[in-house]
């Protein structure tokens, strides 16, 4: 009786420990209410365990180890929504589904309790191994092949036992009788089995729960918080990696600065909740009309800034046209009323007099001077292409489209 005690204080402290975080501190909520559910689960399932014996009895056999299996699949769901994965509840539904209908091919009874044993314990196994395949393929996208697979390797463990559990009824299906007497002191290796296995698998889901709070605090660092998108932080760890592919490999980069047209307008007529909506609609225009490689950050109030790698200015130029054009046909409804927009575009390419800093001023000037035109312009940077008074020896091409 001390091993389902020590068990369930295990289990409920980890479930209350879920539970704070649900509320009232809502870290990760949806994921932490279904690890909370998953430990009550768990341990529901295993004191059922402790009520076998030699009578036929749906409760501690068929329900028992429904039970386990729900909270097994509670862990696999709550991991997803941890790590903002698609959840797909009717294929594992299925799998819950197969395994009850399995059971119920057999009288739930110690008879039949190899049979239990290795239906339960070949669905956990699979189960398991989904979890662990789900944090391989988030680990993998931020950190090495080795630390990744590193990391997974306290889940897989447990997927290998319970595998390891269920080749036992296929080799010795006798020694089966013994892993399922719960109830009998004199065999605590099920009491030891679980009790490690519900700590394994906390620890672990309190060690992804904290890389993944980390891993909102860095982005909300590099991220501009009403738009979305990156951050002038984010910028120039950016421009350092384009800078120095160009200058190794020769891959050639462009930039564009983009500024909305009388944008205070906006803010003066409308308000800074329409300013506001108006930012978001850009950032959303302007990110469908880039390609997954490019990089868009908010660099100023309303202004942004786009980094077009393997792209040089004629290129650079298609792009800045097709912006506009986008931008030129939207328009946002706020209170009844239509708003229109234009953006003043200016672009540089790299050059190799020039530093990513230069580059930046370079496209910052040709922004200026594409407003300076006259608005909803396009205007690329060049050093001497013709004399123009006011420019100090930094001249633009202008495309005006207006």
């Known amino acids: 009786m001390i091993y389902a005690q020590f068990l369930c204080l295990i289990a409920g402290s980890c479930a209350f420990a879920w539970g704070l975080l649900v509320h009232p501190l809502k870290i990760a909520p949806k994921a932490s209410l279904r690890f909370a559910l998953a430990n009550i689960a768990i341990v529901s399932g295993f004191l059922l365990y402790t009520l076998r014996n030699n009578d036929i009895s749906y409760t501690s056999w068929f329900i028992a180890d429904m039970v386990m299996l729900l909270g097994f699949m509670l862990i696999r769901w709550g991991s997803q929504y941890l790590f903002k994965q698609q959840v797909n509840t009717l294929s594992d539904s299925i799998v819950l589904i197969s395994a009850a209908l399995l059971m119920l091919l057999v009288p739930p009874q110690l008879t039949y309790a190899a049979y239990f044993v290795f239906i339960m314990s070949l669905v956990s196994a699979y189960i398991f191994a989904m979890i662990t395949k789900d944090n391989f393929m988030t680990f993998r996208k931020v950190m090495s092949l080795p630390y990744a697979a590193l990391l997974s390797i306290p889940l897989s463990i447990v997927s290998l036992v319970f595998l390891a559990r269920a080749a036992l009824y296929v080799i010795n299906p006798d020694y089966m009788m013994y892993l399922t007497a719960t109830n009998s002191i004199e065999n605590p290796l099920p009491m030891w089995t679980y009790i490690i296995l519900l700590l394994i698998v906390n620890i672990v889901l309190f060690g992804n729960a904290i890389t993944r709070l980390v891993q909102k605090i860095k982005g909300l660092a590099i991220r501009d918080p009403l ?176």
Request: charged share 25%; glycine share 6%.
């Open 227 to 402: 738009t979305g998108l990156w951050n002038r932080h984010a910028l120039r760890t950016k421009m350092e990696q384009v800078d120095e592919q160009w200058r190794l490999n020769g891959d050639m980069y462009s930039i564009l600065m983009i500024d909305i047209d009388h944008f205070r307008r906006i803010n003066n007529y409308y308000g800074h909740i329409a300013g506001d909506t108006a930012l978001q609609h850009m950032a959303q225009l302007l990110t469908s009309s880039l390609r997954k490689m490019d990089f868009i950050c908010r660099y100023g109030d309303e202004e942004f800034l786009i980094i077009l790698p393997s792209t040089p200015e004629n290129k650079a130029t298609i792009v800045a046209e097709k912006i506009q054009r986008t931008v030129n046909k939207s328009s946002l409804l706020w209170q009844a009323k239509k708003l229109t927009f234009s953006v003043s575009i200016g672009g540089t390419t790299c050059q190799k007099s020039s530093d990513y800093q230069q580059a930046l001023k370079q496209a910052d000037e040709a922004m200026f001077e594409a407003k300076k035109q006259g608005r909803n312009n396009i205007c690329f940077w060049h050093k001497a292409l013709f004399e123009r008074d006011g420019v100090n020896d930094n001249h633009v091409r202008v495309n005006s489209t207006t």
